[in-house]
T-cell receptor
Framework: EAQVTQNPRYLITVTGKKLTVTCSQN?????MSWYRQDPGLGLRQIYY???????DKGDVPEGYKVSRKEKRNFPLILESPSPNQTSLYFC????????????FGSGTRLTVV | EDKVVQSPLSLVVHEGDTVTLNCSYE??????LLWYKQEKKAPTFLFML????IEKKSGRLSSILDKKELSSILNITATQTGDSAIYLC???????????FGTGTRLTIIP
């Protein structure tokens, strides 16, 4: 089944403890992207990648890192999480040439205490 | 500053009614506009629209972009309770994959 898989689905962690949220897609898509969703603010783009080793900042990149060493994987790294990074996170991907939008993963609910 | 604004913020209608959701944008380097439906978790893709002005249709849903008015509408006819969701629009920028989303319209269909 074609899909974008995020792990974990839920995570509660403490301030300052490094964490990684994984994202993997099995559709050979070139484009991948990370978003956070907060009440009243909607979905905001954190980082995006247009291909392997090509990444760029979205609207809210502070406090996050990403890497794209393989086409299928696009992990989101929080080196020192803080409570203001408590949010619902989505990974998404789409092919290079398509009239379709992004396919989203199921989301990761992160709580930083 | 780039802006994507959706209206109304919330809408409650009876089953069978027709609704029109709006998305207006003020951005530089506009390439296309996307519509998504978000029920419980992940948004699901509905339409991609460009400045060509071509209307997109899928069953009871249709959407079109007005490049002069810098806006798009999403129409849903003969609404059903399964249409209850948050509807999101997003602008895609030319030259990269940056996306800016609106805050969404929460649609509730009453049986």
């Amino acid at each position: 089944e074609a899909q974008v898989t995020q792990n974990p689905r839920y995570l509660i962690t403490v301030t300052g403890k490094k964490l990684t949220v994984t994202c993997s897609q099995n559709m050979n898509h070139e484009y991948m992207s990370w978003y956070r969703q907060d009440p009243g603010l909607g979905l905001r783009q954190i980082y995006y990648s247009m291909n392997v080793e090509v990444t760029d900042k979205g609207d809210v990149p502070e406090g996050y890192k990403v890497s794209r060493k393989e086409k299928r994987n696009f992990p989101l790294i929080l080196e020192s999480p803080s409570p203001n990074q408590t949010s619902l996170y989505f990974c998404a991907s789409r092919p290079l040439s398509s009239g379709d939008g992004y396919t989203f993963g199921s989301g990761t609910r992160l709580t930083v205490v | 500053e780039d802006k994507v604004v959706q209206s109304p913020l919330s809408l409650v209608v009876h089953e069978g009614d027709t609704v029109t959701l709006n998305c207006s944008y003020e951005v530089t380097n506009f390439r296309s506009l996307l519509w998504y439906k978000q029920e419980k978790k992940a948004p699901t893709f509905l339409f991609m629209l460009t400045s060509s002005g071509i209307e997109k249709k899928s069953g009871r849903l249709s959407s079109i972009l007005d490049k002069k008015e810098l806006s798009s509408i999403l129409n849903i006819t003969a609404t059903q309770t399964g249409d209850s969701a948050i509807y999101l629009c997003a602008v895609v920028y030319f030259g990269n994959e940056k996306l800016t989303f609106g805050t969404g319209t929460r649609l509730t269909i009453i049986p």
